[in-house]
């Protein structure tokens, strides 16, 4: 099996608040291949999108990273100057992020935000050089019209546009890991399509890793080789797509995958998993799932210990007491 | 963008002719009779009422209201506001001889208020809830707070009396008259003008700066690997500073406002000095003039806010 790409070992993020500390992220494990592509899936709240900033070193403050680390081609980023973290972010890992609407600079030409892309990280190419690169890479993820579409501004663009241009941006330096954070959850449900097949096209072209942040369990079994599962800041479940899809071990697991809606269901009859998300202020006590968990009953071991994650298979490990019962 | 300038000039006639109206009227209603301060008190005396009567006759004053303001108008759109009563020459040169030296005050005074303003607001907005932003603060509604003409006097006592730096009144000194002088004159009254914007000024850039600095494409840009410096200057920067124009503005009135009464403080031979000396005199006409003049003014402050903003905003379209 190839080395990991990347890999995160405990990581522990925290948010101080006026209500205390907000443990967003507390104990994430997570490997990444080359060229394989990882699914994130959990609620909000879950902690996916504050692992994935961390990755990238953009937690802002007064959130901080108190634990872990974090390797990536054998340097620990969490250890990385400010100046040696900026050579590989937009290089070696680029991101997408949720909401093209806002996070393009609404006064820069959308062609120049891309091109600062490209020159920060290639600080010799000249300015035609740059521009070209730039017209090739939107014409790759599809914006028609690239040279006039260079020079137009983000509230020229559609949604869609915009967020083809992101991936575009994402794009410009060849990343070996991209990281796209629910890339199609602003977008209407006829372009997420589109903007999916673009992500997996572009991704296949330049064969980079990438870890996929999603609520839409349909769009992991889409596109991703492996699967984690999130809940309360920590992965509950991880494992190959279809191993953990088959034969969920975690009961939180098994409650999302029954809560999609299907076809055959009949009108107004949607499967919720009971219960809300768990503040992160004051998780609870033992499995933090435990609260809302249909297996746990009273028993003990739910409510008193926090479950560490268990082999059930190969590369299949789940983070539950009475993961058997569940086979 | 020319139709939408067009028509906003077309409404901007109208709202001046409505001002023109007001003007008048409430300068006509002012007490005080222009004949008993334009003539002097010898021939008033030895002329009796007869004698004043005439007078009144001879320059139009019991002419009907409406007929008066007709003919006013119809002077004034020639370019003719009549004649100061005081000085017996005519509004306009006297007006426009006084232009030159307050919009010189003005200017500088935006230009000052703007070069500390944007540094400092910024540097609050960075380093947020650190000592040089409370400070900052501080001092920011400090210079608000306390009356320019207050810090006028204070700072003719400190830098021209007691430290002899800079001249404490006028626009030069007899005799000389060179640029240096002029700018050696006009280093406290500008400098005293800059601080009373600077303060909001900063206030606006800091709070501008730090919505602009939590946006997701300051997140983009660093994701791309951006420094520090060029998320500030070329991203967030430039995004706060455009509702900017708007503040300056809108501020510009208020401007003309403090350099009024700082004219006073330093006897700067502006528009202000004028002003306040002409109210006191009942020179309705040059009363009358000064107020069209801030009209004016007004007015194509905000026909140029607005046209600026589209020009530093791609997503505002004048039509």
């Known amino acids: 099996m190839d080395e990991p790409l990347l890999t995160i070992e405990d990581l522990a993020v925290r948010f101080p608040t006026e209500d205390g500390l907000v443990k967003a992220v507390d104990g994430v494990f997570l490997d990444v291949r080359p060229g394989e592509v990882v699914g994130v899936v959990g609620e909000s709240g879950s902690g996916k999108s504050v692992t994935a900033m961390s990755v990238l070193g953009l937690i802002k403050r007064p959130g901080r990273i108190t634990r872990g680390r974090i390797a990536f081609r054998g340097r620990n980023l969490l250890e990385l100057s400010p100046r040696a973290l900026r050579a590989v972010r937009g290089s070696e890992i680029a991101m997408v992020f949720q909401d093209p609407m806002t996070a393009l600079n609404p006064v820069v030409p959308v062609g120049r935000q891309i091109a600062e892309a490209v020159r920060l990280h290639r600080r010799g190419l000249g300015r035609g050089a740059v521009r070209d690169r730039v017209l090739a890479l939107l014409a790759s993820v599809g914006v028609p019209n690239p040279e006039a579409r260079y020079r137009q501004f983000p509230h020229e663009y559609s949604g869609g546009m915009r967020q083809r241009a992101m991936i575009a941006m994402a794009m410009a330096n060849e990343p070996a890991l991209l990281i796209a954070d629910e890339p199609t959850t602003a977008l209407d449900v006829t372009i997420q399509a589109q903007v999916l097949d673009l992500l997996r096209s572009a991704r296949e072209r330049s064969g980079a890793a990438a870890i996929l942040i999603t609520h839409d369990l349909g769009v992991i079994a889409e596109l991703a080789d492996r699967v984690a599962v999130m809940y309360a800041g920590r992965v509950v479940e991880t494992g190959d797509v279809h191993a953990v899809f088959d034969a969920p071990r975690h009961p939180y697991t098994r409650g999302l995958m029954a809560s999609r809606p299907r076809l055959e269901s009949s009108p107004g009859e949607l499967v919720a998993i009971p219960g809300s998300p768990p503040s992160l202020l004051a998780p609870p006590s033992g499995c933090p799932f435990h609260p809302r968990c249909p297996i746990a009953g009273d028993r003990e071991p739910c409510r008193t210990s926090r479950p560490e994650p268990a082999s059930v298979g190969a590369g299949h490990t789940t983070a539950c007491h009475f993961h058997e019962e569940l086979a | ?319």
């Open chain 2, 1 to 319: 963008m020319l139709t939408y300038v067009a028509r906003r000039l077309g409404v901007n006639v109208a709202v001046l002719l409505l001002i023109s109206i007001g003007v008048f009227l409430l300068v006509r209603a002012a007490p005080g009779d222009p004949v008993r301060m334009m003539v002097n008190p010898e021939q008033l005396a030895a002329g009796g009422p007869d004698f004043i009567a005439r007078k009144r006759a001879e320059l139009g004053l019991d002419d009907p209201v409406v007929v008066r303001y007709f003919i006013w108008l119809r002077d004034a759109l020639t370019g003719d506001l009549g004649y100061s009563f005081v000085s017996r020459r005519p509004v306009v040169a006297v007006l426009g001889e006084r232009i030159g030296p307050t919009v010189l005050l003005m200017g500088t005074a935006l230009l000052l208020g703007l070069l500390v303003a944007v540094p400092a607001g910024t540097l609050a907005a960075v380093r947020r809830n650190s000592a040089a932003d409370y400070v900052s603060a501080v001092v920011g509604l400090a210079v608000i707070s306390v009356p320019s003409f207050f810090l006028g006097i204070a700072a003719i006592y400190v830098f021209s009396l007691t430290l002899g730096w800079f001249p404490s009144s006028g626009m030069t000194t007899p005799g000389d008259g060179g640029g240096a002088d002029v700018l050696a004159h006009l280093v406290l009254p500008a400098a005293i003008l800059a601080l009373s914007i600077a303060g909001p000024f900063m206030r606006y850039v800091r709070g501008g700066l730090i919505a602009e600095l939590g946006a997701d494409y300051i997140r983009t840009a660093e994701a791309k690997g951006a420094g520090p410096p060029r998320v500030l200057l070329r991203h967030a920067l430039r995004n706060a500073l455009i509702p900017l124009i708007t503040i300056i503005m809108i501020y510009v009135p208020q401007l003309l406002a403090g350099a009024v009464a700082l004219e006073q403080v330093f006897a700067w031979p502006g528009m202000g000095q004028l002003a306040i000396s002409s109210i006191g005199q009942l020179d309705y006409p040059v009363v009358i003039g000064f107020a069209l003049f801030i009209a004016v003014l007004v007015l194509l402050c905000n026909l140029a806010a607005d046209v600026l903003y589209a020009l530093a905003d791609p997503r505002i379209s004048l039509r």
